[in-house]
């Protein structure tokens, strides 16, 4: 079913491969194209409720044989949930067997897969009345010629329960909803409705718990992880810990928990030094070492070997970048839709990863895959891709971000994009002399 694509890629859970990680990425993704083009979006957030129990057979079947699996391997998968019965785990034991007239035992391993099967219709129907958010861009293979548009519109994804509309328009959204509400009447699937949550760039309309803006803020994040790191030492201050434990909880605890949160947010270091700071102080205390010892004495591997949550950070934020752009998909289309629109911004006719890297400053919010790349604009590597030719842009030979100093070049950069000069044949004559 991977191998072949049999069932929609937008639904992230049940297939070999299959986590939040893709569907997390995609979401930044094209919360990043809305904020930054000033675009309309709309997101929805269903959860299901009792997704297994209220699996109806007869519908699942019809679901297995839509995909033409063999009709004695359906009747087999379907008799392990048919005239069976259950027991619930209660304080002296097991409570009395009861039959179990309709769903799918959670317990069971191709439970997921199952669900994923019984969920594919909606998915794809929804993907072919193609009313998503749409991501697109202009590109060049010659700066003489006329430009092309590359695009490609989303609409839902899902994980198990969870499950998200994406949309442009609220008359795309209604159509949406309406089209989910048929399908889960007919399958027989409940929705929390007081759970759902409409997440929308229109600030104007956000105007309650359950409706919330797109543009986060850093602060917030910031926040969230000085609270976990501040209750963690007042935690251990009370406790009589050697500096080995502190170590421990810190490298093996905190700091799965800090990755978790910084998966589409960028640290600076000023911003990690500030964040960990507590964590160094507690460590210096148990150690009985003075406050003013230097940072790198205390990650050195011997003799504590306190993680340094900068580095690991770049550490894992490549990690992701490198999933990120090579994955042959819906998340890789759209990644490579990002780096075009990055090139367009800098009006450059190649891969945009050297000229980020050589930036003085950028802000880092609300533009993951550039500040990723910069941050680690001082590490000793090269971020390339396998399909550079893809990203070439024709028509000269000399760029004029190789000429003019970078500092210069941004300066004018509005003027150089609206004359659509990129290279510096486009201003010098037959006999290098400037153009009037």
Known sequence: MV?????????????PGGSTFKS???LDTIRTDAIIHNKPLFIYFQDISKTYDRVCLD??????????????????ILSVFTDHTNAVIIEFGFSSNYNVLIGIDQSEIISPLLWTIYYDPLLTRLKRNDIGYELSVLKYTDINASAQTIKISYTISAFLDDTELYTGATNALATQL????????????????????????DKTAADSDRNIT????????????????????????RKCITPDHVVYLFNKVLIPQMEYLIQVDVLTKGEYTSIIAPMRCILCHKANLYNTLSNWA?????PYGLKNFFLHQMTVHLDWLSIHLNDKNT????????IMQIQKKYWISELPFDLIRRLPKLWYRNNLLKSVIHVTKHLPINICLGERKLYLI?????PLVKIIPLETYIKFLSTIRKYHIIFLKQINSPTNQLLS
Not at 178 to 201: E, G
Not at 298 to 302: D, F, G, H, Q, S
């Open 24 to 26: 997390i990425r995609i």
């Open 3 to 15: 191998e072949h694509n049999i069932l929609q890629s937008d639904n992230h859970a049940g297939l």
């Open 394 to 398: 024709h028509g000269g030979i000399k």
């Open 298 to 302: 205390i990650y050195l591997i011997e």
């Open 178 to 201: 309406n089209m989910t509400i048929s399908f889960y009447r007919f399958t027989n699937i409940k929705v929390n409705d007081d759970k759902a949550i409409l997440l929308m760039t």
């Open 59 to 76: 519908i699942l079947k019809s679901a297995m044989l839509r995909l033409r699996i063999f009709l004695k391997l359906v009747n087999l």
């Open 214 to 237: 797109l543009e986060g803020k850093k602060a917030q994040l910031i926040k969230r992880l000085r609270n976990i790191v501040r209750l963690a030492v007042m935690t251990m201050n």
């Open 331 to 338: 998340l890789g289309l759209m990644s490579k839709i990002r």
